[in-house]
């Protein structure tokens, strides 16, 4: 089992910009493919970004793009959401998750149903 821990949460006025962080820890951070995913209060959860296990290959969902930017040092075993331009409805928990992907170097996934191991969630408030 791996336990991913998000941080990074919090509240902040619409326009402005939060970093969210993932950490994976052991030594298989390599081996796998990143995902954001969020739930807001009634909805169901919905993808944000993915990213593959060497960050050559990335995806977003249309309501993100050219805002967020996901990324991952291997040093740290962490994955980031850079969120600038925030916006009310960009108010969710925000999830992290990691899909097992050896052997696929450049697999990026939308579906929550292809990960294998998810974070607690960090919750994310834009204000008006």
């Known amino acids: 089992q791996v336990q991913l821990e998000e941080s990074g949460g919090g509240l902040v006025q619409a326009g402005g910009s939060l970093r969210l962080s993932c950490v994976v820890p052991g030594r298989t951070f390599s081996t796998y493919a990143m995902g954001w995913f969020r739930q807001a209060p009634g909805k169901e959860r919905e993808f944000v970004a993915a990213i593959s296990r060497a960050g050559s290959n990335t995806h977003y969902a249309d309501s993100v793009k050219g805002r967020f930017t996901i990324s991952r040092d291997h040093a740290k075993n962490t994955v980031y959401l850079q969120m600038n331009s925030l916006k009310p409805e960009d108010t969710a928990v925000y999830y992290c998750?990691?899909?097992?992907?050896?052997?696929?170097?450049?697999?990026?996934?939308?579906?929550?149903?292809?990960?294998?191991?998810w974070g607690r969630g960090t919750q994310v408030a834009v204000s008006s």
């Open positions: 998750a990691a899909e097992w992907s050896e052997g696929r170097i450049d697999l990026v996934s939308s579906d929550d149903a292809q990960y294998d191991y």
